[in-house]
Antibody
Framework: EVQLLESGGGLVRPGGSLRLSCAAS????????MSWVRQTPEKGLEWVSA????????FYADSLRGRFTISRDNSKNTLSLQMNGLRAEDTAIYYC????????????????WGQGTLVTVSS | DIQMTQSPSSLSASVGDRVSITCRAS??????LNWYQQKPGKAPKLLIY???SLQSGVPSRFSGSGSGTDFTLTISSLQPEDFATYYC??????????FGQGTKLEIK
């Protein structure tokens, strides 16, 4: 059974940093690209970042580039998102999501999701 | 960026009804369109990928159609567990995989 378990969310002040993690199990982690997707009541679902199965290809939403860094450790079946320079508009539930293919290509979809971790940016 | 617009934003229906939700892309996305279901407090669940392919384990009452800019998710006979919010997502542009704003399906 595929399981994705996010952790690392919490309350952080504007300008602060946070590192999210996603522990994966139930599948061969290195064979699949992974993403982070966030959700707010105001903006709905927003794709944040993606990484290929091997970790060599990374992608970011244009609005986030330079502040967030996605990475993975295939030896530990773990996906991470380092978030720096956090802003109030980064407040959201952050989901870790698996894709059914090893690369980030057209046709990309999210076939399994974690339960999400809440990030709140506030002073 | 490609904008995805869903209609209606909300919909009231009864158990047993046939319902359709529409998603329109701001430009041609061929068949690179996915549909998700989300229940309160839960993560989204993939229903349909590539516009019309049913994800494994999803009941056959769900179907998807369309190509180009106009797409439809149809539920042939609503069941109590189908009341949820539905989202479309385009996977044509790499890597800006945008979602629609959602359609909330409520019990009449």
């Amino acid at each position: 059974e595929v399981q994705l378990l996010e952790s690392g969310g919490g309350l952080v002040r504007p300008g602060g940093s946070l590192r999210l993690s996603c522990a994966a199990s139930g599948f061969t982690f290195s064979n699949y690209a992974m993403s982070w997707v966030r959700q707010t009541p105001e903006k709905g679902l927003e794709w944040v970042s993606a990484i290929g199965g091997g970790g060599g290809s990374t992608f970011y939403a244009d609005s986030l580039r330079g502040r967030f860094t996605i990475s993975r450790d295939n030896s530990k079946n773990t996906l991470s998102l380092q978030m720096n320079g956090l802003r109030a508009e980064d407040t959201a539930i952050y989901y870790c999501a698996k894709t059914p293919r090893p690369t980030v290509t057209k046709g990309y979809c999210f076939d399994f999701w974690g339960q999400g971790t809440l990030v709140t940016v506030s002073s | 960026d490609i904008q995805m617009t869903q209609s209606p934003s909300s919909l009231s229906a009864s158990v047993g009804d046939r319902v359709s939700i529409t998603c329109r892309a701001s430009q041609d996305i061929s068949s690179y369109l996915n549909w998700y279901q989300q229940k309160p407090g839960k993560a989204p669940k993939l229903l349909i990928y590539a516009a019309s392919s049913l994800q494994s384990g999803v009941p056959s009452r769900f179907s998807g159609s369309g190509s180009g800019t106009d797409f439809t998710l149809t539920i042939s006979s609503l069941q109590p567990e189908d009341f949820a919010t539905y989202y479309c997502q385009q996977s044509y542009t790499i890597p800006a995989f945008s979602f629609g704003q959602g359609t909330k399906l409520e019990i009449k």
